[in-house]
């Protein structure tokens, strides 16, 4: 059975810094991408950052871009968040999830973790 559980989330000041952790279980997940997404109050979810099987080619949305850091160990298989300078507007439920190599859609799912950013 698949799980991702997702950790490291909580209460900050704005211009603060938090590290989220999700670790996979179930399967290997050598060759398959990782990546954060978040969901903040009343808005649709969102893709935050991601990173292939061998931690080059990261991606991030404009909106963390320089701020945030997704990095991957695949010897737990563990994905990774680095969250600094936060911002009020950084405040949702952050989401974890896979993809399995040649797919477009991602395959599992996290429960999330909350991040509220205080100003």
């Known amino acids: 059975q698949v799980q991702l559980v997702e950790s490291g989330g909580g209460l900050v000041q704005a211009g603060g810094s938090l590290r989220l952790s999700c670790a996979a279980s179930?399967?290997?997940?050598?060759?398959?991408?990782m990546a954060w997404f978040r969901q903040a109050p009343g808005k649709e979810r969102e893709f935050v950052a991601a990173?292939?099987?061998?931690?080059?080619?990261?991606d991030y949305s404009d909106s963390v871009k320089g701020r945030f850091t997704i990095s991957r160990d695949n010897v737990r298989s563990t994905v990774f968040l680095q969250m600094n300078s936060l911002k009020p507007e950084d405040t949702a439920v952050y989401y974890c999830?896979?993809?399995?190599?040649?797919?477009?859609?991602?395959?599992?799912w996290g429960q999330g973790t909350q991040v509220t950013v205080s100003s």
């Open positions: 990173v292939p099987w061998n931690g080059a080619s990261t």
């Open positions: 999830a896979v993809r399995a190599p040649a797919t477009s859609q991602w395959t599992y």
């Open positions: 179930g399967r290997s997940f050598i060759n398959w991408r």
